[in-house]
């Protein structure tokens, strides 16, 4: 059975640093497309990420230069890093799988709440 | 960037209606559409991808049709399971942008 688990969220003060893990089982992560995704209170959508399979990063606007998305390979887990935090970044973190470029995203974690206060 | 525009943001609709969602992009982005279903609480859940194509275990009262730059979510008659929300998405380009969403409600 495919599983994603989000853990690392928390309450942290603006201006801090936070790590996210997403631990996959049923699937290996370094195959597939890995994306975050969050949604603030009460809102939409929002992309955050993606690590491709060969590697490549990529990163919404939003969290570009703040942010960095990494996989171990030997522990089939899926990372973000999130410094200088802001309250705009107060959300629910989902990771999210996309089996191939292009496809939609077919397998979501549960979501860690992440709140930054000012 | 690709925009991604939604509408309508809201609707009210009583079970067995038929419901149409719309999702317009800022540049044609060919059939890399995907539909969301979120319920409160919950993770949303892949409905259709590439435009048109049925998730294994969706409902067949769901479906996707467009390309280009215009698509649409049909469902063919609205299930009480059905009261969630729905969001686009395009995975043409990075940033892999997403629709603002459709909440529909119970009329």
């Known amino acids: 059975e495919i599983q994603l688990v989000e853990s690392g969220g928390g309450l942290i003060q603006a201006g801090g640093s936070l790590r996210l893990s997403c631990a996959a089982s049923?699937?290996?992560?370094?195959?597939?497309?890995m994306n975050w995704v969050r949604q603030a209170p009460g809102k939409g959508l929002e992309w955050v990420s993606v690590?491709?399979?060969?590697?490549?990063?990529f990163y919404a606007d939003s969290v570009k230069g703040r942010f960095t998305i990494s996989r171990d390979n030997s522990k089939n887990t899926l990372y973000l890093q999130m410094n200088s935090l802001r309250a705009e970044d107060t959300a629910v973190y989902y990771c999210?799988?996309?089996?191939?470029?292009?496809?939609?995203?077919?397998?979501w974690g549960q979501g860690t709440v992440v709140t930054v206060s000012s | 960037d690709i925009q991604m525009t939604q509408s309508p943001s809201s609707l009210s609709a009583s079970v067995g209606d038929r419901v149409t969602i719309t999702c317009r992009a800022s540049?044609?982005?060919?059939?890399?559409l995907s539909w969301y279903q979120q319920k409160p609480g919950k993770a949303p859940k892949l409905l259709i991808y590439?435009?048109?194509n049925l998730q294994s275990g969706v409902p067949s009262g769901f479906s996707g049709s467009g390309s280009g730059t215009d698509f649409t979510l049909t469902i063919s008659s609205l299930q009480p399971e059905d009261f969630a929300s729905y969001y686009c998405?395009?995975?043409?380009?990075?940033?892999?942008?997403f629709g603002g969403g459709t909440k529909v409600e119970i009329k």
């Open positions: 999210a799988r996309a089996s191939t470029l292009g496809s939609g995203f077919d397998y």
């Open positions: 049923g699937f290996t992560v370094s195959n597939n497309y």
């Open positions: 690590m491709y399979t060969g590697g490549s990063t």
């Open positions: 540049q044609s982005i060919s059939t890399f």
């Open positions: 590439a435009a048109s």
């Open positions: 998405q395009q995975t043409y380009s990075t940033p892999l942008t």
